[in-house]
Nanobody
Framework: QVQLVESGGGLVQAGGSLRLSCAAS????????MGWFRQAPGKEREFVAA???????TYADSVKGRFTISRDNAKNTVYLEMNSLKPEDTAVYYC?????????????????WGQGTQVTVSS
């Protein structure tokens, strides 16, 4: 069983930056693929970014060039650096872990989820 705890959300003005963190329990973190998803009110959960066990990554087109996903296996933590934030980035951001280890943009490929952290971008 893996437990994920997100932190770092908050209120920021458009154009600002935030860094989200996701701390994972368990000794097999380094073998998991990790992803970030988000869900805005009234909308479906959508993929944001993912990083494989080897460090390969992929991003949604809407955040490419603005967001950066990274991981620190020694700290069992994955990060999402968010720059040039826009009001449309406002959502609850969820961290997720996949036992398969390879990249996936599909939420149903992830086995464990955090509780989410709110990101609000004001215009």
């Amino acid at each position: 069983q893996v437990q994920l705890v997100e932190s770092g959300g908050g209120l920021v003005q458009a154009g600002g930056s935030l860094r989200l963190s996701c701390a994972a329990s368990g000794r097999t973190f380094s073998s998991y693929a990790m992803g970030w998803f988000r869900q805005a009110p009234g909308k479906e959960r959508e993929f944001v970014a993912a990083i494989s066990w080897s460090g390969a990554n992929t991003y949604a087109d809407s955040v490419k060039g603005r967001f950066t996903i990274s991981r620190d296996n020694a700290k069992n933590t994955v990060y999402l650096e968010m720059n040039s934030l826009k009001p449309e980035d406002t959502a609850v951001y969820y961290c997720a872990a996949s036992k398969f280890g390879s990249l996936s943009t599909r939420w149903d490929r992830y086995d464990y989820w955090g509780q989410g952290t709110q990101v609000t971008v004001s215009s």
